[in-house]
């Protein structure tokens, strides 16, 4: 089964074979959550570095969306072209300090698929956060006040699966 369809969330298992699977996740952890987006500042931009998260922001507990605006190329051969936005290594560890939830991003991949090593994924699912690629019209949410919903299927033994990703004022 092809479970990276869509929109979709990724589990420790994803990565990590002795990780949380589908059927681990506890509902509170990926429904009702606080959210808070944070809009890339322009739309060239690439690397998603700690300069893009506010350093005196409360996040812990929180979704975490960034909006890099790539999603404006879905279903165009750009969007699959390798130039797309994504998370560096100290960027998922800054993020993994502040104790947040999960990290979503509308790009198709959080981390640069030029690099094998895919620090993102490893130091996010490493930490037990969840991560959802291939986000939609994160431009039309506000920067907070909203709870934000991401709920999969409970699958054993997969650790991808696409989920209908909202928020809720």
């Keep these: 089964m092809v479970a990276n369809t869509g929109t ?24 009702g959550i606080p959210g ?27 979704a975490v969306l960034i909006h890099t605006g790539y999603s404006r190329y879905w279903n165009s051969p750009e969007y699959f072209s390798g130039h797309h936005p994504f998370l560096t290594e100290e960027a998922a560890a800054f993020l993994v300090s502040r104790e947040v939830k999960l990290v979503g991003i509308d790009s198709y991949n959080i981390d640069d698929i030029n690099d094998p090593a895919r620090p993102a994924h490893t130091i996010l699912l490493g930490a037990g956060i969840y991560v959802i690629e291939h986000m939609t019209n994160l431009h039309s ?17 997969l650790g991808s699966f696409p989920v209908r990703a909202f928020v809720k004022f």
């Design 8 to 31: 979709y969330l990724d589990t420790p298992f994803h990565r990590y074979e002795g990780g949380t699977d589908l059927s681990g996740i506890k509902l509170e952890d990926v429904a």
């Design 36 to 62: 808070i987006v944070i809009s890339m500042p322009g739309p060239d931009e690439r690397i998603i570095d700690t300069s893009f998260f506010p350093a005196d922001r409360k996040l812990k507990g929180m």
């Design 141 to 157: 949410l506000p920067d907070k006040g909203f709870s934000f919903f991401a709920v999969p299927q409970k699958i054993k033994g």
